[in-house]
Antibody
Framework: EVQLLESGGGLVQPGGSLRLSCAAS????????MSWVRQAPRKGLEWVSAISGSADSTYYADSVKGRFTISRDNYKNTLFLQMNSLRAEDTAVYYC???????????????WGQGTLVTVSS | DIVMTQSPDSLAVSLGERATINCKSSQSVLYNSNKKDHLAWYQQKPGQPPKLLIYWASARESGVPDRFSGSGSGTDFTLTISSLQAEDVALYYC?????????FGGGTKVEIK
């Protein structure tokens, strides 16, 4: 069974930084690209970033480019999102998602974590 | 970016009746090389993450009840719940994965009449 467990969310001041983690299990981690998708309070879903299975390619939404960095540790089956220069509009639940089918960097999201809440406020 | 437009924003359907949700993309999401529509549907219940229902526009994810079906091609797609159950009350989203960035529709809220 695929399991994705996010951590690292919390309250941070505007301009601050936060690092999210997502521990994955139940599938061959290196065979799949991984993504972060966020959902602002009472809003819809917004794709944030993706990383290929081998970690040699990364992709970002324009809204976070230059501020967020996605990475992965394929030995520890863990996905990360380093978030710098945070803004109020980054406030959201951040979901870690497995990208299907295997080998696709942009695909559908077959499995999701429970999410971690990031609140940017002074 | 491809814009995904869902309609209606919300709908109320009686138990056992059919619910139909529409999704329109601003450009075709049909990939000529594999003849597949790069379109997925998700269900999200309050306080839960989204759950994949349908991919490739009409392929049902394992474990999803067969009352859920997806149809359409090119730019126009439909998610149908053939006989609405109480547990189907949720938000439903479409998503294209034809062209980066992946984009979602605004969501459709399904309630019981």
């Amino acid at each position: 069974e695929v399991q994705l467990l996010e951590s690292g969310g919390g309250l941070v001041q505007p301009g601050g930084s936060l690092r999210l983690s997502c521990a994955a299990s139940g599938f061959t981690f290196t065979s799949y690209a991984m993504s972060w998708v966020r959902q602002a309070p009472r809003k819809g879903l917004e794709w944030v970033s993706a990383i290929s299975g081998s970690a040699d390619s990364t992709y970002y939404a324009d809204s976070v480019k230059g501020r967020f960095t996605i990475s992965r540790d394929n030995y520890k089956n863990t996905l990360f999102l380093q978030m710098n220069s945070l803004r109020a509009e980054d406030t959201a639940v951040y979901y870690c998602a497995k990208v299907d089918p295997p080998g696709y960097s942009y695909g559908y999201f077959g499995s999701w974590g429970q999410g971690t809440l990031v609140t940017v406020s002074s | 970016d491809i814009v995904m437009t869902q309609s209606p924003d919300s709908l109320a359907v009686s138990l056992g009746e059919r619910a139909t949700i529409n999704c329109k993309s601003s450009q075709s999401v049909l990939y000529n090389s594999n003849k597949k529509d790069h379109l997925a549907w998700y269900q999200q219940k309050p306080g839960q993450p989204p759950k994949l229902l349908i991919y490739w526009a009409s392929a049902r994810e394992s474990g999803v009840p067969d009352r859920f079906s997806g149809s359409g091609s090119g730019t126009d797609f439909t998610l149908t719940i053939s006989s609405l159950q109480a547990e189907d009350v949720a938000l439903y989203y479409c998503q294209q994965y034809y062209s980066p960035p992946p984009t979602f529709g605004g969501g459709t809220k399904v309630e019981i009449k």
